[in-house]
């Protein structure tokens, strides 16, 4: 754990660093922000192409983005979860699931998005 009276600038670049090493802690252990990160960096460009506003853009790939943080959150829940244990209880569980229906409802919000911004 990093120094908690770090203070500045020097805080920032901790944070950097933390957080480089969290997106790929999230890399190698999560198939599923693979398939989604790889999803991102295909539409991203179609997102700006067919965006005819800068707002249609900003939401094609913000609802994209979305999908990224969810993913990123439900595989922190996850590795606390596993952190914690194996065995099957029901707040674990339950964690787990929540998480999921996380993810799932910004891959639906990302879709309704893209179906009413470029069909619609």
Do not use: C
């Not at 480089?20 to 999803?39: D, I, P, Y």
Request: aromatic share 16%.
């Amino acid at each position: 754990m990093g120094n908690q009276n770090v203070t500045g600038i020097k805080r920032i670049y901790n944070a950097f660093f933390f957080s480089m090493k969290g997106f790929r802690a999230t890399w190698v252990n999560e198939a599923a922000f693979r398939q989604e990160f790889s999803l991102f960096l295909i539409f991203t460009p179609i997102g700006f192409w067919l965006g005819e506003t800068k707002i249609d853009q900003i939401l094609l790939v913000g609802s994209l983005t979305l999908i990224l943080l969810a993913e990123l959150l439900n595989s922190a829940i996850e590795a606390v979860v596993d952190r914690v244990g194996y065995d099957h209880h029901e707040l674990s569980g339950r964690a787990k699931d929540i998480g999921s229906a996380a993810v799932f409802l910004t891959l639906v919000w990302a879709a309704f998005t893209w179906y009413f911004i470029l069909i619609y």
